[in-house]
C-alpha cells in the first residue's frame, strides 16, 4: 500500500511539472504578450518598454523558471488588471467555485449511481431503458442551456430562486444542477454498467445460494465492489466541474476562481490566467492521486498487495 | 418420502435464434444420506439442474416441472421469501470455481458469519464460533487468523475448504456440489472429495454431486443419472449403472476412462465421434442418435424409459438390439 | 445478452438431423439488417440527416440574408407568439436580423467545427494511439503520460485562454479544440490496438517481411476503425458543445457569424422577456448534439453488441 501510494505520488507530482510547463508555455507561445497588454494603439517603443517592465525580454526558460520558483512559493505575481496580487484575487474567489463543485458533486452523485444501480438490477426492463434515454438526453444538453433555462423556469417565471450571485445558499441551488447535470450521464452509465458486471459474478452467485435477502445482495455484495470505479470516475468528474464551472459561473455571475479566468482572458490578465490553468490542474492531479489511494483502501486486493 | 423430489424438471432458455432446451424432462428423487451423482459433459445441462433446484437460475431461464419437492415442500409454488429461507439453511451449495466464488471485498470471517446469521438468530460471537469450529473441521489450520484474511490472500484449495464451511454453515439437509473439484490441482482434488464423502457421512446430509469424472463418482456416489443434452439417458444405483452401463453414451464414457485392472495397458481409450447436437428448436427422439453404433429409424421416434433390472432405468429404445450385437 | 447466444451455440454445428447452418452475410449488409433494428440509430440519423441537409441548403432555404441588418423589424417574436408573422418563422434578433436564417447558417458553422475538429484530433489520437498500443513498453508509458497530462489541463480554461490568444475566429477555435481533444482517440485507439497487434494476421504480416507503417497502416488501422468512427461521432459533439461554450462566453466565434452558442450568447439579455431567443438556438444545439450522439451510440451498439454501455 505504501509502495503503491508513493509510485502513485511520483506521477502526480511529475504530472503537476509537465502541466505548469504547458500552463507556462502555451500562453507565451499563443502571442505576443508585451503587444497584448500594451494595447493595439501602443507605439513599438511603449512595447519594448512593457516588455522590459515585466521581464518578457529575458529567455523563456529563465521567465519560465522564474515563475515556477515562485508559484512554488505561492506568489503569482500582480494581476495587470486588478491591482491585486494574484495569490489574494484566487484567494477570494476559491471558496465559491470549490462549494459549488462540491454541491454539484453530491448532487450528481446522489442522482446517478442509484439510479445505475436500479437500471441494472431491472436490466433489460423498462426502468434501463428510461434510465438510458435520461443519460443519452443529458449528455445532450449543454450545461450553459441548462443554467439558462433552470433561470427562465425557477428565477423568472416562478420567482423561487435568485437569477444570479452567490451570496446565499439559495444562489447555489440552480447553478449545482446545471453543473452536476454535466456529471450525471457518466457516473450513471459506469454505475449501470459495473453493477451489472458484478451482478453476473459467481460471488454474487455465493450470496444468493446462502440465502442473503435481495437487497443484501445488491448493497452489501455487489454495490461495495461496483463503486470502486466510480470513486475514481467522482474524482476526475470533480475536476471537470472546476474546469468547467467558468461556464456556469459566468451564466448565474458568481464571482468564483471560473469568473476570475474569463475576466482575466477577456483582459489579457496573464497572471491570473496562469495561475488559475496550474491551480485547477493541480486540483485535478491531486484529486486522482486520492482517487487512486482510495481506491486501493477500497480494494483489499491492492491494499493488502 | 424422498427429501427431494425432481419430475420432468424442463429448462428452456429463449435466445434470437429460437428456444434453447436446456434441460428437458429430467427426474430423479435424492433420500436423506444419500448422495446422487449427477454426470455428463459441459452443457448436457446438470449445472442448470442444481440451479434450478435452488431457484438461482438466470433470469432468463425457464424452469418448469410435474413435481419439485423438497422435504414436502412445493419449490415449484412456494413464495420467493420461503424459498430464500431454504436456501442457504436446509439446501446449500458448493460452486465450481473457489477463485470466483468468494466476494473480494470481505473478509472470511465476513462471508462464513453471514451464512449462519442471515437464517438463525445468532450474535456475533456465537457465529464465529461456529466459523472457527467449521474451518478447523474442514481442515483449515490457523482458523481464526484466516477468518480476518480476504479471500485473494487464500490458494484455491483453502478458497474451496471455505466454501464447503460456508455451506455447512446452517446444518443443511442437503448440498449441492457443482463439479466441486474441477478447478483444483490434482493431489488437492482427492482431498477435497474425501472431505465431502466425510462430511456427508457425519452430518447424515443428502448430497448432490455434479461432475463430469466417473472416477470420483465410482467412490462417493450411492446413485448415478447421466445425462446428455440435457436429458437423464441412465439413472439408477452406482453399483448397476457401473456392473451394467446400458445406453450406448455411458458405455461410451466409461471406455474414456481407464480402468486399473480392467483396461490392458497399452490399449486404446475409447471416444465418442461426433459432437453434441445443437439444442436449439424442437428435438424429437433420441438425442445421442447422431453418434450412436446402434441408431435406427425409431430413434428419432418417442424416447420413453426402459428397466433392464429394478431400479436402473435407461432412456434407449434399442435394448433388445444391443445385446443381440453384444 | 441474448444477441451473443446463438453465436455461441452454432460453433456445435456439422449434424445433419439438429443443425441448421447460420446464416453468413457480409459485415456490411449484417450492419444495415441490424442497423434498421437500432431505434436509436434511425432516430439520430434521421435528425443528423435533416439538419446536414439544411445546412448545405442553406442559401436555398434561408428566407433572409442571415447578415441583414433591418433595425425596423427588431426582436419580432416567433411564429408560434401571437404577434409573430409568417415573414420571419422564428422571429428577429436585436438588429433585425432573421432568426430563422441565422439558425440555418449557424448549422453550417457548428457541423464544420464538429468536422474539421475532429479532422485533426482524430489524426492526432489515432496515431499516438496506434503507435502506443503497437509498440507498447516505453513508447506506451510516455504516451500514458502524455494522455494523463493532457486529462489535468481543464479544457474549457485552456481553450478559453488559447482561443483569446488566437484571436477568437473560427479557424482559430478549430485549431485549438483540434490540438486539445485527442485524448479519447488516444486511449481507445491504444486498447484496440493491443488487442490486434496479437491477432495471427498481424504475425503473419510480421513474419512475412512487412514494413511496420505497412502493418500499421493496411493491418490494424482498418480492424480499428469501428472504433474510431464511435469515438469520432462521440468527439463531433463534445467539439461542438464546446464551441458553442466558447462563443457563448465571446471567446470564440465572432460576430456576426450565427454560431449558435453567440445567437443565445446574444440572446441572454432579453431572457426576461423574449426566452425563445435562448431557447431557439439552444434546441437546435440539443437535437444536432443528440442526433449525432445516438448514431455514435447505435453505431457501437450494432458493430460490437459486446461493448455495449
Given at each position: ?28 507561445l ?130 423561487w430562486?435568485?437569477?444570479s ?21 457518466a ?13 453476473s ?41 472546476l474546469?468547467g ?44 492521486f ?16 | 418420502?424422498?427429501l ?38 459441459s ?9 434450478a ?12 416441472a ?5 422435504d ?215 438425442a ?5 453404433d ?33 | ?40 440509430l ?20 434561408a ?72 509498440f ?11 494522455i ?162
Amino acid at each position: 500500500m505504501l509502495a503503491y501510494t508513493m509510485q502513485r505520488l511520483i506521477v502526480a507530482l511529475s504530472v503537476a511539472f509537465t502541466v505548469s510547463v504547458v500552463a507556462f508555455f502555451l500562453l507565451h507561445l499563443s502571442g505576443d504578450i508585451a503587444i497584448s497588454i500594451a494595447g493595439p494603439e501602443s507605439t513599438p517603443a511603449q512595447v519594448e518598454q512593457i516588455r522590459h517592465q515585466f521581464g518578457l525580454d529575458r529567455p523563456l526558460v529563465v521567465q519560465y523558471l522564474d515563475w515556477l520558483w515562485k508559484a512554488v512559493h505561492f506568489d503569482f505575481g500582480n494581476s495587470f488588471y486588478f491591482r491585486d496580487t494574484v495569490v489574494s484575487l484566487i484567494a477570494s474567489r476559491i471558496g465559491v467555485t470549490l462549494t459549488l463543485g462540491a454541491i454539484s458533486l453530491l448532487l450528481s452523485l446522489v442522482v446517478a449511481v442509484p439510479l445505475g444501480v436500479l437500471a441494472a438490477v431491472y436490466n433489460g426492463t423498462i426502468i434501463d431503458r428510461l434510465a438510458l434515454s435520461f443519460s443519452v438526453i443529458g449528455q445532450a444538453i449543454p450545461t450553459f442551456c441548462l443554467g439558462l433555462g433552470l433561470i427562465i423556469v425557477f428565477s423568472v417565471t416562478l420567482r423561487w430562486l435568485p437569477v444570479s450571485g452567490a451570496s446565499t445558499w439559495k444562489h447555489f441551488i440552480l447553478p449545482s444542477i446545471a453543473l452536476g447535470w454535466y456529471a450525471v450521464p457518466a457516473v450513471m452509465r459506469l454505475s449501470r454498467n459495473g453493477m451489472l458486471e458484478v451482478l453476473s459474478a459467481d460471488y454474487i452467485r455465493t450470496a444468493r445460494a446462502k440465502g442473503v435477502a435481495p437487497a443484501v445482495v445488491i448493497f452489501k455484495h455487489a454495490l461495495r465492489n461496483a463503486i470502486i470505479p466510480v470513486v475514481a470516475l467522482a474524482a476526475v468528474q470533480f475536476g471537470f466541474m472546476l474546469g468547467g464551472s467558468i461556464v456556469i459561473e459566468a451564466v448565474f455571475s458568481m464571482h468564483g476562481l471560473g469568473y476570475l479566468a474569463w475576466e482575466a482572458i477577456a483582459r489579457n490578465d496573464f497572471p491570473v490566467v496562469q495561475a488559475v490553468v496550474l491551480i485547477l490542474a493541480t486540483i485535478y492531479v491531486g484529486l486522482t492521486f486520492l482517487a487512486d489511494v482510495a481506491n486501493a483502501f477500497l480494494d483489499p486486493r491492492i491494499r493488502l498487495a | 418420502m424422498a427429501l427431494l423430489d425432481v419430475q420432468d424438471l424442463v429448462i428452456d432458455i429463449p435466445t434470437a435464434g429460437g428456444v434453447l432446451h436446456a434441460v428437458s424432462e429430467v427426474s430423479f428423487t435424492v433420500e436423506r444420506g444419500e448422495t446422487l451423482a449427477i454426470v455428463g459433459e459441459s452443457g448436457s445441462g446438470k449445472s442448470l439442474t442444481s440451479l434450478a433446484i435452488m431457484d438461482l437460475l438466470p433470469r432468463v431461464a425457464q424452469r418448469r416441472a410435474t413435481r419439485l419437492n423438497f422435504d414436502g415442500a412445493d419449490l415449484l409454488t412456494i413464495p420467493a421469501r420461503q424459498m430464500r429461507k431454504l436456501r442457504g439453511s436446509r439446501m446449500a451449495m458448493i460452486f465450481q470455481e473457489p477463485m470466483t466464488s468468494l466476494n473480494p471485498a470481505y473478509t472470511i470471517g465476513n462471508q462464513l458469519t453471514e451464512a449462519l446469521r442471515c437464517h438463525d438468530d445468532v450474535g456475533a460471537e456465537a457465529a464465529r464460533a461456529r466459523a472457527i469450529e467449521l474451518l478447523e473441521r474442514v481442515g483449515i489450520a490457523g482458523a481464526e487468523r484466516r477468518l480476518l484474511q480476504y479471500p485473494h490472500q487464500l490458494s484455491g484449495g483453502l478458497r474451496q475448504r471455505v466454501m464447503i464451511a460456508m455451506a455447512l454453515m446452517c446444518k443443511p439437509d442437503l448440498i449441492i456440489a457443482d463439479e466441486p473439484t474441477t478447478a483444483l490441482d490434482v493431489t488437492i482434488q482427492a482431498q477435497i472429495l474425501r472431505l465431502l464423502a466425510e462430511l456427508k457421512k457425519e452430518l447424515n446430509m443428502a448430497m448432490i454431486l455434479i461432475t463430469h469424472d466417473l472416477g470420483v463418482v465410482a467412490r462417493v456416489a450411492d446413485k448415478v443419472a447421466v445425462m446428455y443434452a440435457g436429458a437423464v439417458v441412465e439413472r439408477g444405483s452406482a453399483r448397476a449403472v457401473f456392473k451394467a452401463p446400458s445406453h450406448p453414451y455411458t458405455r461410451g464414457l466409461l471406455n474414456c476412462i481407464p480402468v486399473p485392472g480392467r483396461t490392458a495397458p497399452g490399449a486404446p481409450l475409447g471416444a465418442i465421434r461426433g459432437q453434441v447436437p445443437n439444442l436449439i428448436g424442437r428435438l424429437a427422439g433420441c438425442a445421442f442418435r447422431n453418434r450412436c453404433d446402434f441408431a435406427a429409424p425409431e430413434c428419432a421416434g418417442e424416447m420413453h424409459f426402459e428397466t433392464p433390472t429394478p431400479g436402473h432405468d435407461v432412456r434407449c429404445v434399442r435394448l433388445a438390439a444391443q445385446k443381440a450385437v453384444a | 445478452m441474448t444477441d451473443a447466444m446463438p453465436t455461441m451455440m452454432t460453433s456445435a454445428g456439422g449434424d445433419k438431423p439438429f443443425d441448421a447452418p447460420p446464416p453468413r452475410q457480409s459485415p456490411f449488409a449484417n450492419f444495415l439488417r441490424r442497423g434498421r433494428r437500432h431505434g436509436g440509430l434511425l432516430l439520430g440519423a434521421s435528425i443528423l440527416l435533416v439538419i446536414v441537409v439544411a445546412a448545405l441548403a442553406a442559401p436555398l432555404i434561408a428566407p433572409h440574408d442571415p447578415y441583414a441588418q433591418n433595425l425596423a423589424q427588431r426582436l419580432i417574436p416567433p411564429i408560434w407568439h401571437p404577434k409573430g408573422t409568417w415573414d420571419h418563422v422564428l422571429g428577429t434578433d436585436k438588429l433585425g436580423r432573421d432568426y430563422f436564417s441565422r439558425l440555418l447558417f449557424g448549422a453550417r458553422i457548428s457541423l464544420l467545427i464538429g468536422l474539421l475538429t475532429v479532422a485533426i484530433s482524430g489524426t492526432i489520437g489515432t496515431l499516438l494511439g496506434i503507435c502506443a498500443g503497437y509498440f507498447g513498453g516505453r513508447v506506451d508509458a510516455a504516451l500514458s503520460y502524455v494522455i494523463t497530462t493532457r486529462l489535468a489541463l481543464p479544457v474549457v480554461l485552456v481553450a478559453l485562454a488559447s482561443a483569446a490568444l488566437v484571436g477568437g475566429s473560427l479557424q482559430g477555435v478549430i485549431i485549438v479544440l483540434g490540438l486539445l481533444l485527442w485524448d479519447r482517440f488516444a486511449v481507445v485507439t491504444r486498447s484496440a490496438t493491443q488487442q490486434i497487434a496479437r491477432a495471427d494476421y498481424v504475425a503473419a504480416a510480421q513474419a512475412i517481411g512487412c514494413s511496420t507503417s505497412r502493418i500499421l497502416f493496411s493491418e490494424i488501422l482498418p480492424n480499428i476503425l469501428n472504433a474510431l468512427i464511435v469515438v469520432a461521432t462521440l468527439e463531433m459533439a463534445h467539439a461542438i458543445l464546446l464551441e458553442a461554450a466558447l462563443s457563448f462566453l465571446g471567446l470564440g466565434v465572432q460576430p456576426p457569424l450565427p454560431s449558435w452558442g453567440l445567437m443565445i450568447a446574444e440572446g441572454k439579455q432579453y431572457m426576461f422577456f423574449s426566452p425563445w431567443m435562448i431557447g431557439v438556438p439552444a434546441v437546435a444545439l440539443v437535437f444536432l448534439v443528440l442526433a449525432i450522439n445516438l448514431v455514435g451510440d447505435g453505431v457501437r451498439d450494432v458493430t460490437a453488441p459486446e461493448n455495449r454501455t
